[in-house]
């Protein structure tokens, strides 16, 4: 039999400004009216598909910034603003930013909000209404297809396609926030009835052997160029695990079982933290498991089976993505027909199983929960539920949860020392190397230098909750998209982001900010 594992990771970076409570970019919001809920719903329709769904602690925290109207979202306050009432910057801003969706799979799918694209490309004049179409159409073409097509007043407003009202466009937002509103229950109510496991990551999505030290990038890559002076603040790690364990257990009342470490990111350092905290498996990527068995050459025999990390501190499972089947989801079939992409996914898997035949195989499927979609037809439901149909059909592989899997059949074998690595090369060069992370990594070392002697110092300000607060920046500041996009992002979105955490962060502990933070890292 082969036992088949989804992990769909959802997150999205911490983009909330902590002191003025305002959002700069909408993702959380338009992504959780997109890809979080839907995805769910689909499954329902296929009870013998159980599946894992990674849900990052800060990325909660923001839905549930807007359910409790605990954020202030720039985009949707323009969203809302009449039309008639709009200032100069706020048509300019429309106009910028209220095509970010699929050109091909989305705007091009509803003539309207195609109209307006090229109306905006040829510079030609925005009228009122189309000012107001753009609004709508915007919060509109974000919602997922399955909430357009099965809510009649959502049904309505796409049919009537143009000149719409204010009133219309109210109710598509105030849709949006109901959405937001059902997400964490209705994943407590999947994890309840047994269909699925929910996982967590480290609660701010930080590296975490980067935050145990720096340095252990050299392990990955002997050639990695480290900042000077390194970062090395091992209790942060358990922080971040704990507060994420915590956070968990409010919300789903159990414990997590499973773990996604952040960008599939391990090395033998952090285990520790991980056992400590009561977790029980954890996911990476296959190049970690060769890299640890010291194997130069894929090996299906030794990939699809758990494995068993026994130290001193106490026994942790770990399994191994397939890469190239994730990545096929992830990258490839998008730009296939439907039809044949389901066939040439299940022709994997039935290669895998007749390769190995006789034995229980567990093949691993982790990636990303959510951008994938948007370059999917119709944001990847007619790909998923053909899919779960064969899925449901077929008689020799069965899908699971991966903490079904394992009660079933726990690890024999053992790796005695895991590798450093992540997801990308088994390496840390996507979050530490070229001259613009490393210049991050050395700002933040000194803020958390200033952070450990401000806090051994000064206990006035721990008073009236300014520790509590100067931490939660510290670890938002050690979240991985900041590296990730440094030197590698022409907009400078993130750049910006961790420049405003980063200030923020020292007025938090009553300093000036650095003169260097008022310019682009770039620059």
């Known amino acids: 039999m082969l036992y088949l594992a989804f992990i769909f990771h959802m997150h999205q970076p911490y983009y909330k400004d902590l002191l003025t409570q305002e959002s700069s970019l909408p993702w959380v919001r338009l992504h959780a009216t997109k890809d979080y809920l839907d995805m769910l719903q689909v499954l329902e329709k296929y009870p013998l598909v159980h599946q894992t769904f990674n849900l990052v602690p800060s990325l909660v925290e923001q839905i549930e910034d807007y359910e409790k109207d605990a954020v202030k979202d720039k985009f949707l306050e323009v969203s809302s603003k009449p039309a008639a009432s709009l200032n100069r910057q706020e048509k300019e801003f429309l106009l910028e930013n209220f095509f970010s969706i699929n050109k091909e799979r989305v705007i091009s799918l509803f003539p309207r909000y195609y109209e307006l694209y090229l109306k905006k490309k040829t510079e030609e004049d925005f009228k009122e209404e189309d000012y107001r179409d753009l609004q709508t159409w915007f919060n509109l073409a974000w919602i997922d297809p399955c909430f357009r097509e099965t809510d009649s007043e959502l049904k309505s407003i796409v049919g009537k396609a143009r000149f719409f009202s204010e009133e219309d466009k109210q109710l598509v937002l105030e849709k949006q926030l109901g959405i937001l509103k059902e997400i964490v229950s209705a994943y407590k109510k999947f994890q309840e009835n047994g269909q699925i496991e929910v996982t967590l990551s480290p609660y701010y999505h930080p590296i975490l052997p980067l935050l145990y030290n720096t340095n252990i990038a050299r392990e990955a890559n002997p050639k990695a160029i480290l900042p000077k002076p390194g970062f090395s603040y091992p209790l942060d790690c358990q922080a971040q695990i704990e507060s994420a364990v915590s956070f968990y257990k409010t919300r789903f009342a159990r414990a997590p079982r499973g773990m996604w470490p952040s960008e599939e990111a391990v090395s033998e350092h952090i285990l520790p933290f991980i056992m400590h905290s009561g977790i029980n498996w954890i996911v990476a990527d296959e190049a970690i498991l060769f890299k640890s068995l010291r194997i130069k050459k894929r090996d299906a025999k030794i990939l699809y089976q758990p494995y068993l990390l026994k130290r001193e501190e106490g026994n942790l499972n770990i399994v191994f993505r397939d890469r190239n089947l994730s990545d096929l989801l992830g990258f490839v079939y998008h730009s296939w027909n439907t039809e044949k992409a389901v066939a040439d996914f299940m022709r994997h898997l039935e290669i895998i199983n007749n390769s190995l035949k006789g034995k229980d195989l567990f093949v ?149 900010p650095p003169a260097y933070l008022d310019r682009p890292l770039s620059t």
């Open 364 to 512: 691993a499927i982790a990636m990303d929960g959510e951008n994938a979609w948007e370059y999917y037809p119709n944001d990847g439901h007619d790909f998923l539920e053909a899919l779960y149909q064969k899925f449901s059909d077929t008689k020799f592989l069965k899908c699971v949860s991966v903490s079904e899997y394992l009660k079933k059949f726990p690890p024999c074998a053992k790796i005695k020392r895991l590798a450093a690595g992540s997801w990308i090369y088994a390496q840390f060069g996507k979050w530490i190397g070229n001259p613009y992370k490393v210049k991050a990594w050395e700002w933040l070392a000194q803020a958390r230098e200033e952070l450990k002697d401000w806090d051994s110092s000064d206990k006035r300000l721990a008073i009236n909750g300014k520790r509590e607060l100067a931490y939660k920046q510290m670890y938002i500041l050690e979240g991985s998209d900041w590296f990730w996009w440094y030197g590698e992002e022409p907009q400078g979105h993130f750049d910006k982001l961790f420049r405003m955490h980063l200030s923020n962060f020292y007025r938090l502990i009553a300093k000036d």
